[in-house]
């Protein structure tokens, strides 16, 4: 995302971009091997529960 996209944003819409920026690393990081599925569902567990973003996967 570009500086004055991200500037554009909201402080919730910012959030939810964190959020999802860190979902895709723990998704690359499934992925590659680097975590197994329980750690990948332990973490995006704790990150979701922590931001506040229940609603956001579906």
Request: charged fraction near 35%; proline fraction near 2%.
């Amino acid at each position: 995302m570009e500086q004055y996209e991200w500037e554009r944003l909201s402080p919730e819409e910012k959030k939810k971009q964190l959020y999802l920026n860190q979902k895709q690393t723990l998704d690359a990081f499934l992925e590659r091997g680097a975590i197994s599925r329980a750690q990948y569902d332990k973490s995006l567990g704790d990150l979701t529960e922590k931001m506040g973003m229940g609603g956001v996967l579906g």
